[in-house]
């Protein structure tokens, strides 16, 4: 737990000393979603129809964004190495990088939601809909961008191919993530979908530390 | 396990293979043609339409079959470090992106005159059309690196996560089909399906099925040279 | 002739029974011909280089000096 402890906390110090690359995540989301009124006009009904869906495709593309380097600059500097060999288990330590790339990119998209809820004309109810759903839903799009991140390690085109990996994979947490708010703002029960996107995160709790570890292993081979 | 790691030997029991593969492959698709468009009856709904059940269902049947028959060869390589089995799975996924397209654009031409639409997004049309990304990312990740080795291993670590995803897109997707569709849509799998169409159809997905197999021993054949050319060449640039 | 026709329009639907059935054997086909071009391609390599090495390493033998110039 200890060492666990450690690699976040290095993680996170070192994207505060970057803290540009969190802030471009957070500019990227809103720029981008600020886009989608000017390519479809300015209806508010219109605007908070699509609202949940623009603000999660677009948080997906934001983390897409920050993944290459999940990895790259420990591969590059030969800690990924040292990672490998210290007594901490490798999936551990995944989930360690997991949560820190979590802190600073999933969480500040979640900060910034609200604003896009203001701009697209969404009710409280669905910001707070929103909001859990994406406390659900970031950690997910994290985890499986480690899998993508570690695969493509030494590849050539990594970061392109990161996002042909990874976006099929973001597929369900899409859904379920539309599916809570948009039931919301449709005033149905969100529950289902939430619990659906839980259960998702329990999954790729399990499943994507072991195939992120396997993946590592064989770059470092 | 190891038996027929053997390049040499998995050549021979090939051959041994390929002509009984071949031609069971080209006389079942043969039959299966004749059946689906001569005897087979028009649909009572679809009218003719529903013929192209009979290459869009055993396409999407493949398509599938193929990915999981990928998954588990690259757990065998994963497990056993066995040779074949990488070489197998990535002879696998273009012939699975081949299916997956071909029942996406079969799908395509059957919902046209049905659906009105050349596109809707349709259940298992859309599962379809994300198993057909998967398989292009396989096939990407397959050829992303200058080491064969390290292609192979990160390809079957992505079919692995990929096979154990496949049913929880499949799910999801499904699931954001029910809530945005009228439920009175034809889905493209066939009205309950009468003894008269069911055997053209399995006739033919036996032809697919065994085409599948020559064509996987064919590529396997030929990566097992390239993997030769490569070692070969690289004892000679080592010589030079 | 009549019933030919009629086999060949589809019952109106010629433009996608047609095209499904053309296409699902165009790929078919496409894969198997690049593969076995592929294959024979690959065969002839090996078969070339495989006589190179043959013819070659005997001379390397006979004459290391050569070889040295060679490089040189």
Do not use: C
Not at chain 1, 93 to 100: D, E, F, N, T
Not at chain 2, 142 to 153: K, T, V
Not at chain 3, 61 to 71: G, K, L, V
């Amino acid at each position: 737990m200890k060492g666990l402890a450690v690699i976040v906390g290095r993680d996170l110090r070192l994207a505060l000393r970057q803290s540009a690359d969190a802030w471009l995540a957070v500019l990227f989301f809103v720029l981008t979603a600020a886009l989608f009124p000017f390519g479809i006009g300015p209806e508010p009904n219109l605007l908070r129809l699509i609202a949940p869906g623009v603000i999660w495709v677009v948080a997906l593309l934001a983390v897409l964004l920050s993944l290459e380097r999940l990895f790259l600059a420990d591969y590059e500097d030969g800690s990924l190495e040292q990672l490998l060999l210290s007594p901490l288990p490798l999936e551990l330590a995944i989930l360690g990088k997991v949560a820190a790339h979590w802190l600073t990119t999933g969480l500040p998209l979640i900060a910034a939601a609200p604003l896009l809820a203001v701009l697209f004309n969404m009710d409280l109810t669905g910001l707070g809909v929103l909001l859990l759903a994406m406390l659900l839903g970031t950690p997910v799009l994290s985890l499986i961008g480690a899998v993508g991140a570690a695969l493509t390690l030494g590849a050539r085109r990594g970061g392109v191919l990161i996002p042909l990996l990874v976006l099929p994979l973001y597929v369900p947490a899409l859904i379920f993530g539309v599916g809570a708010t948009e039931a919301a703002l449709a005033d149905l029960s969100a529950r289902p979908n939430l619990l659906f996107l839980g259960a998702l995160l329990l999954v790729m709790l399990l499943v994507t530390p072991l195939a992120a570890a396997a993946a590592l292993r064989q770059a470092l081979e | 396990m190891h038996r027929f790691a053997n390049p040499a030997r998995f050549t021979r029991i090939a051959d041994r293979v390929l002509p009984f593969a071949g031609f069971g492959a080209v006389a079942a698709l043969g039959i299966g043609f004749y059946l689906a468009l001569f005897v087979a009856p028009a649909d009572y709904q679809q009218g003719e339409t529903v013929r192209i059940m009979y290459v869009h269902v055993p396409s999407a049947w493949m398509a599938l079959f193929i990915y999981v028959a990928m998954a588990v060869a690259s757990a065998a390589a994963l497990i056993w470090r066995h040779p074949l089995a990488d070489v197998a799975a990535k002879a696998s996924s273009p012939i699975g992106a081949g299916f997956a397209f071909l029942t996406l654009v079969t799908g395509s031409l059957w919902g046209r005159p049905m659906w009105g639409t050349w596109w809707e997004w349709d259940g298992r049309l859309t599962s379809m059309l994300i198993l057909f990304f998967l398989y292009l990312g396989h096939m990407a990740l397959m050829h992303a690196f200058e080491d064969q080795q390290r292609g192979y291993r990160a390809a079957a670590v992505l079919a692995l996560v990929g096979v154990i995803n496949v049913p929880i897109i499949k799910f999801s997707v499904d699931w954001w089909a029910t809530l945005h569709q009228p439920a009175s849509v034809l889905r493209l799998d066939g009205p309950t399906i009468h003894s008269s169409m069911l055997w053209p159809l399995l006739i033919t997905a036996l032809g697919f099925k065994l085409y599948f197999v020559t064509l996987v021993l064919l590529r396997m054949k030929s990566e097992l040279i390239a993997a030769r050319l490569r070692a070969l060449d690289l004892a000679r640039l080592k010589a030079s | 002739m009549r019933e030919i026709a009629d086999f060949f329009q589809m019952g109106g639907y010629a433009a996608f029974v047609w095209p499904a059935l053309g296409l699902t054997l165009l790929v078919m086909l496409g894969l198997l011909v690049t593969t076995l071009r592929q294959l024979r391609a690959r065969q002839r390599r090996l078969a070339d280089l495989e006589a190179q090495g043959a013819s070659r390493r005997p001379r390397r033998e006979e004459a290391p000096p050569r070889q040295e110039e060679a490089t040189s």
